[in-house]
């Protein structure tokens, strides 16, 4: 059997570097897009880079950007990939009030580009597409839990060009039988999700604090709920949607909804600290209560956590909770971890990275990544 092609845009995200990984493992050879930057930004899938003077080799980078419709059609003529995973995109929902446009461009044009250049190029029955859809597109909810027939209402620039994305994906695969299928992925976190995003600022923070490296914690909305599951099982799912007979849209959610506040006291949990919360909205602050951890001892009544309203945003999404009945039954989909699994995970690989941060400001020198 000859090995089949991915082409994956974004593979130096979160999920990009999770499904190349996979997809390697299943015997695939893996070609990624990755955009020029001044500083290197392979970090997450340097454990997977192969010297370019490798004979046939399975993982192959591509200089590329979804705002350059030329170069995606160049990489797509070059590769012939049976699969093309659109993972690619300004994907933080805050910075996308800040760059509307831009956002538009890259997530919602983006899209149409790729699905363009594969219509072009007369690959619409050779290669599948996978577009990476959100439950963002929820936004403001119709319906509780949300399943793929939940009306969309979009709250923020991201999640509007996400919009177009979605439909734009839909409208190919039923005016030109391209196979291709939405994943609506709710959120999906793990050791390597990027600092920004909620869940991971908390665990680095935590270590930090934990380890007397940080003081306090400033977040925004704490009462925003998330169904929060891990990249890991989520790259499974996306495998599996390009695996069907037919295409089709799918979300993937674990079906439990948190907190932000339950998950900072969850991961203040795993390394033995219990919070106590006082005051509301912009006045909420936490102090520690008690610590139970040998380690991490911290004085009793210490402030850890205080709200900055300049992470709120212009208009929220309060509460999702995906259904996620559909991809267990058709795609045999399930999850391997909850919600305490992942926090575990976040936690002990921030408390690994922290303990070598404060090896090197403590005058050590160590080089390291994210997979030791
Ligand atoms: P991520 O960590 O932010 O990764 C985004 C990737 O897209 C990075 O490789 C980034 O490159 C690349 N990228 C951004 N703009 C680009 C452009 N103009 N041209 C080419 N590449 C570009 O996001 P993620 O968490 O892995 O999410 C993957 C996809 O799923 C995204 O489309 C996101 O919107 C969507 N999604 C995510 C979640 C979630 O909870 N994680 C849920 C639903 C949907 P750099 O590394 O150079 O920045
Ligand atoms: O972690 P977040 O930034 O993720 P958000 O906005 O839900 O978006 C993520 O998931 C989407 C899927 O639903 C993806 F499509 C998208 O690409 C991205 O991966 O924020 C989660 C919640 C929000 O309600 C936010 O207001 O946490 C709240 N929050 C409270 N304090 C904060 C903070 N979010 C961030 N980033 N930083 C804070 O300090």
Request: proline share 4%.
């Amino acid at each position: 059997m000859p090995r089949k092609v991915a082409l994956i845009t974004g593979v130096t995200g979160q999920d990009g570097a999770y499904l190349a990984e996979y997809l390697l493992r299943l015997g695939y050879q893996v070609h990624g897009l990755k955009r020029r930057s001044s500083l290197f930004n392979t970090n997450r899938i340097d454990h997977l880079y192969q010297d370019p003077h490798i004979e046939n080799r399975n993982f192959v980078l591509h200089y590329g950007d979804m705002t350059d419709s030329s170069n995606l059609i160049r990489i797509i003529q070059e590769t012939q990939p049976d699969e093309i995973y659109n993972l690619a995109a300004m994907s933080h929902v805050k910075v996308s009030f800040d760059s509307p446009e831009y956002t538009a461009n890259a997530d919602g044009i983006g899209t149409l580009r790729l699905l363009e250049a594969v219509r072009l190029l007369g690959f619409a029955n050779k290669t599948r597409i996978y577009q990476a859809s959100t439950s963002e597109l929820y936004g403001l909810v119709q319906e509780v839990p949300q399943s793929e027939k939940t009306p969309f209402y979009p709250r923020s620039p991201y999640a509007v060009a996400k919009l177009y994305a979605y439909w734009i994906t839909v409208n190919y695969r039923e005016a030109y039988g391209i196979f291709a299928s939405n994943g609506i992925l709710f959120n999906h976190e793990s050791p390597i999700r990027g600092e920004t995003f909620v869940t991971r600022k908390i665990t680095m923070a935590v270590a930090r604090i934990a380890l007397g490296m940080q003081d306090v914690l400033f977040l925004g909305n704490l009462s925003a709920k998330r169904d929060w599951g891990h990249a890991k099982d989520y790259v499974k799912a996306m495998y599996l949607i390009l695996q069907q007979d037919k295409a089709d849209d799918f979300v993937i959610a674990t079906g439990v909804t948190t907190e932000v506040r339950d998950f900072v006291r969850m991961a203040f949990g795993e390394v033995g600290i219990e919070l106590t919360f006082t005051g509301e909205g912009a006045d909420e602050k936490a102090f520690v209560k008690s610590c139970s951890h040998p380690e991490y001892q911290l004085p009793v009544g210490k402030q850890v956590l205080a709200v900055d309203k300049a992470y709120f945003r212009p208009t929220e999404v309060d509460l999702l909770i995906g259904d996620p009945s559909k991809s267990k039954k058709v795609l045999g989909w399930e999850p391997e971890y909850d919600l305490k699994g992942l926090v575990k995970d976040m936690m002990e690989s921030d408390i690994h990275l922290m303990k070598k941060d404060k090896y090197l400001q403590d005058g050590g020198y160590r080089v390291f990544n994210y997979f030791e």
